[in-house]
T-cell receptor
Framework: NAGVTQTPKFQVLKTGQSMTLQCAQD?????MSWYRQDPGMGLRLIHY???????DQGEVPNGYNVSRSTTEDFPLRLLSAAPSQTSVYFC?????????FGPGTRLTVL | AQSVSQHNHHVILSEAASLELGCNYS??????LFWYVQYPGQHLQLLLK??????LVKGIKGFEAEFIKSKFSFNLRKPSVQWSDTAEYFC????????????????FGQGTILTVHP
């Protein structure tokens, strides 16, 4: 979806390293979310935001931080990466009636 | 908290076979229901959605789903699958009328991988 971009596409980290996954949108939606996708577990909500300055926890927030200073950007921070955070991360934009997903970031933590 | 169950982890079909993927959810209130598809190497795309009205919903690419409230189910169907339908399919639920900041939250099922052989 051209309206939602994620960087990087691939990343390999060592345990304990930190990094930020970027998500940007040009759809002017207030609502943005971060999911992780693991085999056999579907997508699980990590954090979400209903607008600039407002964030809340989803189903699996531990080990992740978020902030929302602008409508366009919603970065996801891993402060100290762990192997359990190896996953594919998707950013989504929009309310429940239709969420538009970004292309994903495949993260491996060694 | 609500949960969503997809009964089949992996379904293998031949082209032209009929498809039905099961989805059940565990919430007694009003729900909005969705099916998303993820083609290999691509992001999730919305197939169809149900909010209210006719419980038989038609989506893109010949897919349809039926909401059966008494069974808490929202099964996905297609009369005749094609090789290009090979993908992973996700059922998702949103609690209609949820308060606070949770109104946008989707809960996804585990996903069903569909493999269609030519």
């Amino acid at each position: 979806n051209a309206g939602v971009t994620q960087t990087p596409k691939f990343q390999v980290l060592k345990t304990g390293q930190s990094m930020t996954l970027q998500c940007a949108q040009d759809m002017n939606h207030e609502y943005m979310s971060w999911y992780r996708q693991d085999p056999g577990m579907g997508l699980r909500l990590i954090h979400y935001s209903v607008g600039a300055g407002i964030t809340d926890q989803g189903e699996v927030p531990n080990g992740y931080n978020v902030s929302r200073s602008t409508t366009e950007d919603f970065p996801l921070r891993l402060l100290s990466a762990a192997p359990s955070q190896t996953s594919v991360y998707f950013c989504a934009v929009g309310l429940y009636n239709e969420q538009f997903f970004g292309p994903g970031t495949r993260l491996t933590v060694l | 908290a609500q949960s969503v169950s997809q009964h089949n982890h992996h379904v293998i079909l031949s082209e032209a076979a009929s498809l039905e993927l099961g989805c059940n959810y565990s919430y007694g209130g009003t729900v909005n229901l969705f099916w998303y598809v993820q083609y290999p190497g691509q992001h999730l795309q919305l197939l169809l959605k149900y909010f209210s009205g006719d419980p038989l919903v038609k989506g893109i690419k010949g897919f349809e789903a039926e909401f059966i409230k008494s069974k808490f189910s929202f099964n996905l169907r297609k009369p005749s699958v094609q090789w290009s339908d090979t993908a992973e399919y996700f059922c998702a639920v949103n609690l209609a009328g949820a308060g606070g900041t949770s109104y946008g939250k989707l809960t996804f099922g585990q996903g069903t991988i569909l493999t269609v052989h030519p």
